[in-house]
């Protein structure tokens, strides 16, 4: 799948963000390994630290409807849709892309580029 589409679907998901406390709408979109789209927002609680990212939400329903996913899209729609704000996925994100996708699997970071996970979490933990 070409990247920006998934850059689209992942803008996209971030219109169903609900950040009432950081005010920052993320997106996440995934392909699967069955060719679909899989999306994600960010859902923020009333117990803070409850909240969860838009990567995990992208990446946990994928795996819940029973597929592998193989690359992964993220933006964050703060200020203007067409100039989305740089954002990098959060350590724990990452830890769970690797999990779930492995090292060479590509994460697309909307108005910033495109990185394998093996360059955003270098040495990261795996189970032997
Ligand atoms: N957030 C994400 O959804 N993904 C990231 O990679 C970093 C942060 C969310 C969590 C919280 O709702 C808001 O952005 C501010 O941290």
């Known amino acids: 799948m070409n990247p920006n589409d998934l850059i689209m ?72 849709p067409n100039q989305p704000d740089s954002l990098m996925p959060c350590g724990a994100c990452r830890q769970v892309m690797l999990d779930q996708m492995g090292p060479e699997a590509a994460v697309h970071v909307d108005g910033v580029g495109e990185f394998t996970v093996a360059e955003l979490m270098p040495r990261g933990f795996r189970l032997p």
């Open 9 to 80: 679907a992942a803008r996209d998901a971030a219109r169903y963000a609900s950040a009432p406390y950081s005010q920052f709408p993320v997106g996440a979109a995934v392909q699967a390994s069955d060719g679909a789209v899989y999306q994600g927002c960010n859902i923020e609680s009333t117990s803070y630290g409850l909240t969860i990212c838009a990567e995990r939400v992208a990446l946990f329903s994928t795996i819940a409807a029973g597929q592998r996913p193989q690359q992964i899209a993220v933006t964050c729609l703060k200020g203007d």
